[in-house]
């Protein structure tokens, strides 16, 4: 007789997990700072959807998972701008914070830290030449 059409019992048993757990794994994946795939093999979830279920469930982060993809895109010249663009807005917070630094010194201590264009280099300081 053929057996084709009969589903077999499965070897391993069907494990029910609670909803604080649950919730708890779905707090990590939702921190981003690992994969499903590692979620799932850090708590020894069996099944390859469950992580994104609960995440469907329990939160409203389900998105991550497409949304990162984790290597460089496909274009070049894009992934330069981006990672350009990442670059200055680093350097737009530096400069921000350079500026505060610069009125909060002017303010208490009436220290003007930028010097004029035409401001005269100090007689007391020694003159270095290129090379010492």
């Given at each position: 007789m053929d057996n084709q059409?009969?589903?077999?019992k499965r070897n391993t048993?069907?494990?029910?997990?609670?909803?604080?757990f649950k919730k708890r794994v779905v707090q990590d994946y939702s921190r981003g700072l690992m994969s499903k795939e590692q979620i799932r093999i850090k708590y020894g979830i069996g099944g390859k959807s469950q992580v994104l279920n609960w995440s469907r469930k329990y939160s409203?982060?389900?998105?991550l998972e497409k949304a990162r993809s984790g290597g460089p895109m496909k274009n070049a010249d894009k992934q330069r701008i981006k990672d350009q663009d990442r670059q200055i807005k680093e350097l737009q917070l530096k400069v921000l914070a350079y500026e505060t630094l610069i009125d909060i010194v002017k303010r208490e201590d009436g220290i003007d830290v930028l010097k004029k264009g035409d401001a005269k280099r100090?007689?007391?300081?020694?003159?270095?030449t290129p090379g010492t």
């Open positions: 059409g009969v589903k077999q048993p069907i494990r029910h997990y609670s909803e604080g409203n982060l389900h998105h100090s007689e007391s300081l020694p003159k270095t």
